[in-house]
């Protein structure tokens, strides 16, 4: 029974000394794990609540992950979209929020079209495009006339709901 406890301390130890050997060698940080809300767009009644997270397809493209929730009114022919982020960086992370306010400028059965005037930095314009049949959504910025800015393009996504 004596040996078989130096074994295991043995085994151990070693188990050990490699890990910090393979570490001090290559020390990798540990990279955090950050999960999108479900892509879900629910119309109910005359509203359409909306949720996921945009991925840029063109433009400049943010470091890290955000969450979006976007509540559509059709009575009052507005949106709210309300965007969460994690920036990572080399420094660490920082958690920015912000809230754009859209006027509904068409909605029919397939799609609901809004627009936020000049809502990023004073000199960017953002259009929503929410498309009621395939359940997903897209955004667009430019700067308006006389403004200069980036131009992009991003869609909305998310993680799948995992079982328990």
Request: a negative charge; aromatic letters at 6%.
């Amino acid at each position: 029974m004596r040996y078989l406890n130096y074994l295991l301390i043995s085994l151990a130890s070693a188990l050990g000394a490699a890990y910090a050997a393979l570490w001090l060698h290559n020390p990798a940080p540990i990279e955090p794990i950050t999960t999108l809300p479900p892509l879900e767009v629910k119309q109910l009644g005359g509203d359409v609540l909306i949720w996921g997270g945009w991925r840029t397809v063109a433009g400049y493209m943010a470091p890290g992950v955000n969450a979006v929730e976007i509540r559509c009114n059709r009575e009052r022919q507005a949106c709210t979209e309300a965007v969460a982020s994690i920036l990572h960086h080399d420094e660490g992370e920082d958690l920015e929020a912000q809230v754009f306010a859209y006027q509904v400028t068409s909605w029919t059965a397939e799609r609901v079209q809004a627009q936020a005037s000049i809502a990023v930095g004073h000199c960017l314009d953002r259009h929503l495009v929410i498309d009621l049949t395939t359940h997903g959504a897209a955004l667009e910025w430019s700067p308006p006339a006389g403004c200069e800015g980036d131009v992009g393009r991003a869609v909305l996504v998310g993680d799948p709901i995992l079982p328990n």
